[in-house]
Every structure is written in structure tokens, then in C-alpha cells.
């Protein structure tokens, strides 16, 4: 499976058709055991940002992934889903370095992967396209997290938004707009004096699924 959004007329209708901001705020997955569920997210190093309760009836522990504006909520009576049936995605920008620091805190982090003519194939997609290369993991209850390589949004998906959420996503746009900015100056046969507009314009068109400077 892949996360690819609709791309075209139907994108750009898509994000405008509404007045109102619809904001995926929470994703719940169902869990047997709340302080286990708890401590092994803490472990990966996701923000706490509550642990609610109300007697034995009731309880709502939240965690925010780093860079994520969605968050995860795991407790008693939330959902009446099987625990370990909950799947949902996490966007890297760069699978190999997100993998690598998931099993250095203790996840047990699948392959790498890319889906091929004829089913999943080992190792990150051609040319690391873009929405092409995949891993996974599990929670204590089964619950899967699927990672997906995305570093250049398809038109529609996100509208304007050029906000870098960490350090990390930051240097990876960065080092994107330098090895297309050298691709430039191949074709141009110059040195490109005015590199860092060029650099803007690139790493802003990436975020925003809109054409490539070349």
C-alpha cells in the first residue's frame, strides 16, 4: 500500500472544495496494556503530552511523533477495535536515517522496501522516488506504524505549507537543493552567483508539490 494523493484536477478541487480547515488531529490505536504501551513509546523518544484518567473506567494516554502534527492516542475504553489492529503511516524524509533511529531505540524495524512489478522488492525505489520506499514496525499489541519515503509532494497535497519541522527535514531540503543546484550549473555551464534565491525557490516548490527550477 502507498499513500498517494490525488493528482490533477481532482487534487487541486480537493483543496479547495471547503471554507474550513479539516486538521487530522489524533489517530487511536487499541492496546491491551496502557503502561506498556506507554513506556515502549516514550522509548522511541515521542513527545508525552498527556496521560488522562478517570478512575478504572477511563484512560487517554497522548503522544506526538517528532515533527508530526497529528498525534497518537493509546488507553482504556477509547475504542472497542482489537488491540493490535491499528495501522497508520509515518512521513520521513529520509527512510534510512528515520529506520536506523528506531532500532537504535529499541524498535524491531523491518527492511527496507518498494513495491515492484510484481509485489514488495528489498531496498529503497529507483532513484529514491519520491512515495516509493517503505519499512515497518510494530508496537508491543501488533499495532503497525508503516514508514514512507516522501522528500517532493504531489500537486494538491499540501497548499503553501513550506514549514520545516525539524533540524533533520531541514538539512535533507537542503542537500536536495544543492545536488539539483549543481545539476543547474552542469547545464548552464556557470557558477550560479545568485544560489541562494535558487535554493528558496527549489526547496519551496518541493514542499508544495508545484514545478521544479531547473
Known sequence: M?????????????????????????VVFPVSDVDRAKEFYGSLGWRLDADISAGDRFRVVQFTPPGSE?????????????PGSGKAFLV???????????VAAG?????????GPSGPESGSALDRASYGSYAMFS???????????????????VAGDTTYTSVGNLEGALKRAATAHGEHEKRTGEADANWPAWY???????????????
Do not use: F
Open 139 to 157: 508496537d508491543p499489541d501488533g499495532n503497525v506504524w508503516q514508514l514512507q519515503e516522501i522528500t517532493t509532494r504531489l500537486p494538491g497535497r
Open 200 to 214: 528558496a525557490a527549489y526547496m519551496v516548490a518541493e514542499a508544495t508539490g508545484t514545478e521544479l527550477p531547473t
Open 70 to 82: 497529528c498525534s497518537l492516542h493509546v488507553g482504556k475504553n477509547l475504542t472497542s477495535a482489537a
Open 2 to 26: 502507498s499513500t498517494t494523493p490525488a493528482t490533477g484536477e481532482n487534487a487541486t478541487a480537493s483543496a479547495t472544495a471547503g471554507t474550513a480547515d479539516l486538521k487530522l488531529e489524533v
Open 92 to 102: 520521513v524524509s529520509d527512510i534510512e536515517t528515520a529506520r536506523d533511529e528506531l
Open 107 to 115: 524498535a524491531e524495524v523491518g527492511e527496507i522496501y518498494h513495491n
